[in-house]
């Protein structure tokens, strides 16, 4: 229903789109429209850049060509330009036919299915069932409208796919860029993938680095210095041997935690030893917040591809425990023909950001780096929504 919903709100751009391009050809006749003609392309391109983004998010992403020819005539000539003004022209009506058919649908399942409990409220030879089809008289007359919502209902269920499916069916023939466009914004995209993947890897170095540095590194220089204090200590027969001894144990203990950690953090054996959902039930069950965990993967896939989708659950149930004041988190997760679809949702405040240093630019320099798509909604108030592509790496 959310598909069908969106696709109507997109039809009725595209109408306006519609109305703007036959209203433009026909002032073109004296002279006017072509003024305005660069202005409805335009428009005609943003329009089609919204229903491109509305249908990547239910399935395969949608290229945007980008802006056509600046000049008017070879925007029109332009292959992209055409299809979108063909695409205009048949979401404007069949978009909205569609999405108003299952909006219709919709409201009637709710309206007679609740019929039997306010029909008494409406005024005598008044109360019908929404397609007007007898007048309800007694309460038998009322459950029989209610059943007719149950009906409804079942027939919502079985054919708004199927009609969500249609409506974006000319999205999806029309609104694909050309081969040599597509290739060229592959070779652009596959280069700032990779651009990604180095960052990310420096920062991952850096990363191991400063925790070894700061953490293990000056655990086992105690160690030493330590050891020689206890050393020159039984040299001069002193008591305090022991007690250094001691200390270089505790700070010997407290490196190898440590070192732990940094190999834990660089692929964590809980994928190795277990399967993906099982550590992602190992992190939900630590969350500070309540979370709930919804996955279905069959089978296993390239190990770096289950650690990146694992230290991007990991790193927003942190930022969920810091920042969002939330009450509750849900993951789910699926294979989506050769993509893994990840999705993150908390009902905390909203505003979430991505900003320099930040969580959430970590997560999509990782997902980026797999050549993954990344996309964040969080509203002021709330819920905020993390939905992640990754190839499967398979």
């Not at 290739?183 to 993947?197: G, M, P, T």
Request: proline share 6%; hydrophobic share 50%.
């Amino acid at each position: 229903m959310e598909q069908l919903v969106g696709g109507l709100a997109t039809s009725v751009l595209a109408l306006f789109c519609f109305l703007a391009v036959v209203i433009t050809a026909l002032l073109s006749v004296v002279g006017v429209g072509i003024v305005l003609a660069p202005y409805v392309v335009k428009l005609v391109h943003l329009v089609a850049d919204r229903e491109r983004a509305r249908l990547s998010e239910s399935g395969p992403e949608l290229i945007s060509p980008g802006p056509g020819p600046p000049q008017l005539w070879d925007a029109l000539r332009h292959r992209e330009t055409q299809h979108e003004l063909f695409w205009v022209a048949v979401h404007a009506f069949s978009g909205f036919v569609l999405g108003l058919t299952g909006l219709i649908l919709v409201l009637s399942s709710v309206r007679d299915g609740t019929f039997p409990l306010w029909w008494h409220l409406l005024p005598e030879g008044g109360a019908a069932p929404t397609l007007d089809l007898w007048t309800v008289r007694d309460f038998p007359g009322a459950l029989a409208v209610g059943l007719l919502g149950v009906g409804w209902l079942f027939v919502a269920v079985g054919v708004l796919p199927a009609m969500a499916r249609l409506q974006g069916f000319p999205g999806r023939s029309l609104l694909r860029p050309g081969p040599d466009t597509d290739l060229a914004l592959r070779i652009a995209h596959l280069s700032a993938a990779r651009a990604a993947a180095l960052d990310a890897h420096s920062t991952e170095l850096r990363r191991i680095e400063r925790a070894l540095h700061d953490g293990a590194q000056n655990r086992l220089v105690a160690v030493n210095v330590l050891v020689g204090a206890a050393r020159r200590a039984v040299s001069r027969g002193s008591d305090d041997a022991d007690e250094f001894l001691g200390r270089a144990q505790d700070a010997a203990e407290t490196a190898l935690a440590e070192l732990r950690l940094v190999v834990r953090s660089i692929l964590p054996p809980v994928l190795a030893d277990r399967s993906l959902s099982d550590a992602l039930d190992a992190l939900a069950a630590t969350s500070p917040v309540p979370c709930r965990i919804e996955a279905d993967l069959p089978g296993r896939y390239a190990a770096s591809v289950e650690a990146t989708v694992y230290f991007i659950v990991a790193e927003a149930l942190t930022n969920i425990a810091k920042h969002s004041r939330a009450t509750r988190a849900e993951i789910e997760l699926r294979r989506e023909e050769d993509l893994l679809w990840l999705r993150i949702t908390d009902d905390g405040r909203g505003g979430a950001a991505e900003g320099p240093g930040s969580g959430v630019g970590g997560i999509r320099a990782r997902v980026e780096a797999h050549d993954g798509t990344f996309a964040l909604a969080s509203p002021a108030g709330g819920p905020t929504v993390l939905t992640v592509r990754v190839p499967c790496g398979l």
